[in-house]
């Protein structure tokens, strides 16, 4: 059984650029949540995406977008970049309401 | 809306000692319940969760939680710490009534275990 991986592990952006962060699920998994985790906090809920459909959404704007693919694999997009969107971005994985939720090790995005 | 407290930024016991992390939460339905730990640069490791039934839940490495549902509370416990068990502790809730998934966290506590 696999975990949740996510690539890269580290990535260094300029402020305006454009990201994209990918995640793969662990096998068998339908549900795929990100979270963003600034320093010192603790994650904070982005989206959610249950069989390529965004299942919910926290308070994040429009230029976090995601994607879900027919493997259950999951990118998420940071448009316009800004230096408060350096974070830890962590994905996780679930296989339904009452699982537990396996999580990965995370991007660290630094924007400069 | 659902939230989730974690009084304590640190908590400092001594190898050998009981431990216990604090956590109380709110939802408006039932609740789903969740410990994490997470080790410098890191992602979260799952320890242990209450779903529902017996109000004390054992997980990972040792580590329970006793669930009260009149205080609102699922602390985390373990009856001996270990150094390696310095990290920072996450508790998270999700109302079991919504078709929504997403996890609320607390802010962390750290644990810090002497030797």
């Known amino acids: 059984e696999t975990g949740v991986t996510q690539s890269p592990t580290h990535l260094i952006k300029t402020r305006g650029q454009q990201v994209t962060l990918r995640c793969s699920s662990q096998?068998?998994?339908?549900?795929v949540s990100w979270y963003q985790q600034a320093l010192g906090q603790g994650p904070q809920f982005i989206f959610q995406?249950?069989?390529?459909?965004?299942?919910g959404r926290g308070n994040f704007p429009p230029r976090f977008s995601g994607l879900q693919f027919p493997n259950y694999s999951s990118e998420l997009n940071v448009n316009a970049l800004e230096l408060d969107d350096s974070a830890l971005y962590l994905c996780?994985?679930?296989?339904?309401?009452?699982?537990?939720?396996?999580f990965g090790s995370g991007t660290r995005l630094t924007v400069v | 809306a659902q939230s989730v407290a974690q009084p304590e930024d640190q908590v400092n016991v001594a190898e050998g000692n009981p431990l216990t992390v604090k956590c109380t939460y709110s939802?408006?339905?039932?609740?789903?319940l969740f410990w994490y730990v997470q080790y410098p640069n890191r992602g979260l490791q799952f320890l242990l969760k209450?779903?529902?039934?017996?109000?004390l839940v054992k997980g990972s490495y040792g580590f329970e939680a006793e669930f009260n549902k009149s205080q609102t509370s699922f602390h985390l416990k373990k009856p001996s710490a270990l150094v390696s068990d310095s990290a920072l502790y996450f508790c998270?809730?999700?109302?079991?009534?919504?078709?929504?998934?997403?996890?609320?966290f607390g802010s962390g506590t750290r644990l810090q275990v002497q030797p």
């Open positions: 996780a994985s679930s296989l339904d309401r009452d699982s537990g939720y396996t």
């Open positions: 096998s068998g998994h339908n549900t």
């Open positions: 995406y249950y069989r390529e459909e965004e299942n």
């Open positions: 939802v408006s339905g039932n609740p789903y």
């Open positions: 209450y779903i529902t039934g017996d109000n």
């Open positions: 998270a809730v999700r109302d079991q009534n919504t078709g929504r998934r997403a996890l609320t």
